[in-house]
């Protein structure tokens, strides 16, 4: 009688896709990086891997994460060549294995159940893009506030042809992104809510959960102020409106991308109020003046 081998035989298959891949973009990154490594660590649900996407920092990034590699396996480490978040996270991207990409900022922190309770609202909304509302990384009151405005705005935006979203946390099925050709990198502010633009376009499902929430670091707030924070974002709204774009110098001044060295450091990066207020009526101005002359040429050519 012939032996039966089949249920000997060692099937020898693919390595299992993780559910998620977590990209993060850095710079000079080593105070807060190590927190939120430490969260995805401490995650009840391990099913992940997680790409730092490092824009070659001068502090000791890299060399925390790689002490913390020998712990976690599936902590990648990618250099990127230029020093634009846009740029890094399609960089991660391209490298992702998982069908679910998720964008996280250095200065997040999540709780251990976090990355459970996505999968969860992923499995029950089957959503092209999801994002959840956010918390400051303190107990100020006025951060809570501007954080509860900051939820609000996006949660009133989501229906809209143009919703917003923060980059901080955005989670996106990697077809979804490949389709969407991944973050527009000459856009230097607000890239996500962009691509959120061409989402809608493609007529794809957007979700915006009040839970689970996340936290974030309020430092930009901190270091320049509740006041020049609006103005600026003002500023931005007008700057985009007039060049139809968020790249050019005037972003470059306004949102500088220097990663965490910008908060350690005293230097006085930012224009000071009188300026931008200065900036804000030229812009107005110019768009006043622009508009003028328009319906002027048209109110000729009709005539």
């Known amino acids: 009688m012939q032996q039966d081998n089949s249920r000997s035989k060692i099937m020898i298959g693919k390595i299992p896709e993780p559910f998620f891949s977590v990209i993060i973009p850095t710079l000079n990154e080593e105070k807060r990086l190590p927190l939120i490594l430490k969260d995805l660590e401490e995650q009840s649900l391990k099913d992940f891997e997680i790409i730092v996407v490092d824009a070659k920092s001068k502090d000791k990034t890299l060399d925390k994460v790689r002490e913390l590699q020998k712990r976690l396996k599936d902590l990648k480490i990618i250099i990127s060549q230029k020093r634009n978040v846009g740029f890094q996270r399609n960089l991660g991207a391209k490298k992702a294995k998982a069908k679910w990409i998720i964008f996280m900022d250095a200065d997040n922190r999540i709780s251990k159940n976090f990355l459970k309770e996505i999968k969860t609202q992923l499995d029950k909304y089957n959503p092209d893009i999801l994002s959840t509302w956010m918390k400051p990384d303190t107990k100020r009151n006025k951060d809570k506030l501007i954080a509860n405005l900051i939820n609000l705005f996006i949660e009133f935006q989501k229906k809209t042809k143009r919703p917003s979203i923060l980059e901080a ?10 389709k969407l050709k991944g973050f527009n990198e000459k856009i230097k502010w607000a890239e996500g809510s962009e691509m959120m633009e061409r989402a809608v376009k493609n007529k794809m499902k957007f979700v915006f959960l009040k839970k689970p929430s996340y936290k974030t670091s309020f430092r930009r707030i901190h270091k320049e102020g509740t006041f020049k924070i609006l103005v600026k974002l003002i500023l931005l709204e007008i700057n985009k409106v007039y060049n139809k774009s968020s790249s050019g110098k005037m ?3 306004l949102y500088p991308m220097n990663g965490g060295s910008y908060y350690l450091s ?3 990066n930012k224009l000071d109020s009188k300026n931008i207020l200065l900036k804000i009526r030229e812009k107005i101005t110019k768009v006043y003046k622009n508009k ?11 005539g």
């Open 251 to 253: 972003t470059k001044i």
């Open 266 to 268: 005293d230097r006085n």
């Open 169 to 178: 946390f955005l989670c996106i099925k990697k077809d979804s992104f490949n």
């Open 292 to 302: 003028t002359k328009k319906l002027i040429r048209q109110r000729l050519d009709t």
